[in-house]
């Protein structure tokens, strides 16, 4: 029987405990686990390469994505590290040029010493994508939305390119959730999340996740996964499974309060631009109609006539938003990209594709959303 999300999220991939009939997951907290034999066990020989509260996640997220296999990492940013692996000197990556920058500092100052070549393009055209496509080209890596300008990118035009080329196709997938996007149904290979994010939802968890259908590509990806380390603990694991129960509600919420607050926004004298897919006139708003299922708690926005000191000075008046790395929590946060989660990328670079100074992310939560408005008034002034 094939269940609905709301059902995958709360069920998929865990079954009672056999041993005491627990409902739920148990943290199975051990290192090592003990063997009838040599080599004779019962699936589970050493948790850094499986664990059963682990094994519990990983299911639970394949079966969101509509994936038949899943893997937790320690962070996203081990889950990026180890699909780099699959790459080769002299090999390239074309990437989005509206990137988030802990995936800019590791395609940069790390993988590209090694002789892997990064090409940054405008995804959000499909075509340019292809364009950008050579011999040597063994990866498209994209962000869509993208963080922290909200750039669409069309995962299924950008998966025919990849397709026709016999290219590798990632999709990360962060700041949408799998909730209101599945990129492997529409053509990509592997998905990436932070799953710090929405999918665990509650800020109190560092983890990453790759899902993907392609067994000898699992194979591959658990080969490294397992021999590099970057696993999470099981108490992390048991943690996101219990966000995962909620995900579809937290989403309706974010969904509902973003549109809220980008609507509250736009056309505020004290706001220059505001990005958020769900208006019409978003370069990629029809990409998103087509491909999504709502258009996220993720906000943009650009402060008329602030300079770097003045939205310092706004960015740390907020009482019910907390200024903050990160996004995708319950509780709402305002970010300065430029110098906190994009300050790895050099600032001509940055400011090229619109991430200026005077720039802010919201990661709106699903606290009262007129407890927000009315904090964004005593920050902002009324419209």
């Known amino acids: 029987m094939e ?4 059902t995958k999220a709360i069920h998929a991939g865990q079954e009672a405990d056999p041993a005491t009939g627990a409902v739920m997951t148990p943290i199975y907290q051990t290192s090592t686990y003990k063997q009838a034999s040599p080599g004779e066990h019962k699936g589970f020989e050493y948790s850094r390469g499986t664990n059963p509260t682990r094994q519990a996640l990983e299911g639970c997220l394949a079966a969101l994505e509509n994936g038949k296999f899943g893997l937790a990492f320690a962070s996203g940013m ?5 699909v780099l692996r699959l790459l080769k000197p002299g ?3 074309l990437t989005g040029d509206d990137l988030y920058g802990g995936s800019y500092r590791i395609f940069t100052k790390v993988y590209a010493q090694y002789g892997i ?3 940054f393009v405008d995804t959000s055209d499909a075509h340019a994508v292809e364009e950008a496509i050579t011999e ?7 962000e869509t939305p993208t963080n922290p300008t909200l750039k669409l990118a069309d995962i299924a035009a950008i998966g025919e390119v990849a397709k026709k080329y016999e290219i590798l196709y990632v999709v990360d997938n962060t700041f949408a959730s799998p909730y209101l996007q599945n ?5 990509a290979d592997i998905v990436m999340h932070s799953a710090t994010k929405y999918l665990n939802g509650h800020s109190d968890v560092v983890m990453g996740a790759l899902v993907l259908n392609d067994e000898a590509l699992y194979k591959q990806l658990w080969f490294y996964y397992n021999a590099c380390g970057g696993t999470p603990g099981p108490q992390d694991a048991f943690l996101v ?4 129960k909620t995900l579809h509600v937290r989403m309706r919420a974010h969904c509902e309060n973003g549109r809220k607050v980008a609507e509250f926004l736009k056309g505020h004298p004290k706001v220059e631009r505001v990005y958020w897919p769900g208006f019409s ?4 708003h029809e990409i998103a109609q087509k491909q999504m299922r709502d258009f996220g708690g993720m906000v943009s926005i650009v402060l008329k006539d602030a300079d770097l000191q003045e939205t310092f000075r706004i960015a740390s008046r907020f009482k019910v938003f907390t200024l903050a790395e990160s996004l995708g929590g319950v509780e709402s946060l305002v970010n300065h990209p430029a110098t906190m989660t994009h300050g790895s990328i050099p600032k001509e670079v940055r400011e090229s594709v619109g991430v200026v100074d005077n720039l802010l992310r919201l990661s709106v939560g699903i606290e009262d959303g007129d407890d927000l408005i009315a904090d964004l008034e005593q920050v902002l002034g009324e419209r």
């Open 241 to 244: 499974l219990r966000g995962l």
């Open 3 to 6: 269940y609905k999300f709301a």
């Open 136 to 142: 040597k080209t063994k990866l498209i890596w994209v």
């Open 281 to 284: 006139d978003h370069p990629g």
């Open 78 to 82: 081990a889950a990026t590290d180890t």
């Open 91 to 93: 090999d390239e990556v």
């Open 183 to 187: 990129p492997l149904d529409l053509g």
């Open 117 to 119: 070549n990064f090409v």
